[in-house]
Nanobody, 126 residues
C-alpha cells in the first residue's frame, strides 16, 4: 500500500522557519513529479511547490517564491519543503503529493497527483 507521511509541522512565530518532510513508502517515486499543497481554514486547497524527478526543475506559487524551497532525496524516497520568513498567511494544513509519472514542467494541478499524504498543520502566529 502506498503511503505518504508528512512531518515537521507546528507552531512558529512570524518571520520564523519550518522544514516539512514527506516520506513515501509502498513504491518508489524517484521517477515522478512530487509536490506540496496547502489548505487554509475556509479556503480551497492550493498549490505551493513542485519538483521534477531529478530535482533540477522546481516550480513555486508566487506567494511563496523566494521564501520556500522544495527538494527531494530519491535514495530515501522523500521530499522536503523548507519554509523561511513565514507569515500568518502561511497558516494551513500542508499536504505532500506524488504523481504517477514525470512531467516536463512540475505540475501545479491537483488532478495530476495520484497519491496524497494526510497533511501536517503549520500555524504561524503574528
Amino acid at each position: 500500500q502506498v503511503q505518504l507521511v508528512e512531518s515537521g509541522g507546528g507552531l512558529v512565530q512570524a518571520g520564523g522557519s519550518l522544514r516539512l518532510s514527506c516520506a513515501a513508502s509502498g513504491r518508489t517515486f524517484s521517477r515522478t513529479a512530487m509536490g506540496w499543497f496547502r489548505q487554509a481554514p475556509g479556503k480551497e486547497r492550493e498549490f505551493v511547490a513542485a519538483i521534477s524527478w531529478s530535482g533540477i526543475t522546481t516550480y513555486y506559487a508566487d506567494s511563496v517564491k523566494g521564501r520556500f524551497t522544495i527538494s527531494r532525496n530519491n535514495g530515501q524516497n522523500t521530499v522536503s519543503l523548507q519554509m523561511n520568513s513565514l507569515n500568518p498567511e502561511d497558516t494551513a494544513v500542508y499536504y505532500c503529493a506524488a504523481a504517477d509519472r514525470e512531467y516536463g514542467v512540475p505540475p501545479r494541478k491537483e488532478s495530476v497527483y495520484n497519491y496524497w499524504g494526510q497533511g501536517t498543520q503549520v500555524t504561524v502566529s503574528s
